[in-house]
């Protein structure tokens, strides 16, 4: 862009920024009507020094800023607005564990399409790459259903998995989708000491963002 030619598309683009009608625009500058407005930001002419000035305290910038640079980049350099989600960093088993209400601290998504969920927790490890790396937050669903080869949380004995599960007869079977790591097969009901749980289903995730 050439230098002569900023001033009208910086006035464009800072009245459109600043969601600003031309008629707006003109008011504020003591006309009655947005005719000089619109020749200006066509390039038609430009306005003298007092207007010039008074444009640039509108907009608030300089106004060798408003002739001389191109303020695109600036205007449109805004960061994405993040979506924030509580989520439990310790997939803790034992008996009466309440996940909903549980201790949390805060990741940020740029994703605006989450699925709805009741809770979230964090992937610890690599054993279910490539879909969910460690660090990822996944978002969990409570559910009632029988695992038919859904990805879930899993209490069992003390600790916690985000696995694929199956239930076969009367065997819980915990299967990793890295090819390095071996399934693992959990008698279901346990001894009527060992406490197991499936707090619910992950229904999606994502990597947080840095913030």
Do not use: C
Not at 55 to 84: C, H, R, W
Not at 147 to 176: A, C, W
């Amino acid at each position: 862009m050439e230098k002569a030619s900023h001033f009208a598309f910086n006035l464009k683009a800072l009245r459109e920024a600043a969601d600003m009608e031309q008629i707006e625009l003109a008011q504020k500058l003591g006309r009655k009507s947005a005719s000089s407005i619109s020749e200006w930001e066509r390039g038609k002419y430009t306005p003298k020094a007092p207007i010039l000035s008074q444009i640039a305290d509108i907009f608030d910038v300089s106004l060798t800023d408003l002739m001389e640079k191109d303020l695109s980049t600036s205007l449109n350099s805004d960061e994405p607005q993040l979506t924030e989600v509580k989520v439990i960093e310790k997939v803790a088993a034992g008996f009466g564990y309440n996940y909903v209400g549980n201790n949390y601290d805060i990741y940020r998504t740029d994703r605006t399409d989450l699925a709805g969920y009741d809770f979230a927790t964090l992937v610890k490890g690599d054993s279910m790459e490539p879909e969910f790396y460690d660090g990822d937050v996944v978002l969990v669903k409570q559910t009632f259903d029988t695992p038919r080869g859904g990805i879930f949380i899993v209490d069992y004995d003390e600790q916690s998995y985000i696995k694929q599960v199956m239930l076969h007869g009367n065997t819980l079977i915990l299967h990793s989708l890295n090819p390095k790591y071996q399934d693992r097969e959990l008698p279901v009901p346990p001894d009527e000491f060992i406490y197991w749980n499936i707090p619910g289903e992950v229904v999606d995730s994502f990597t947080p963002v840095p913030y």
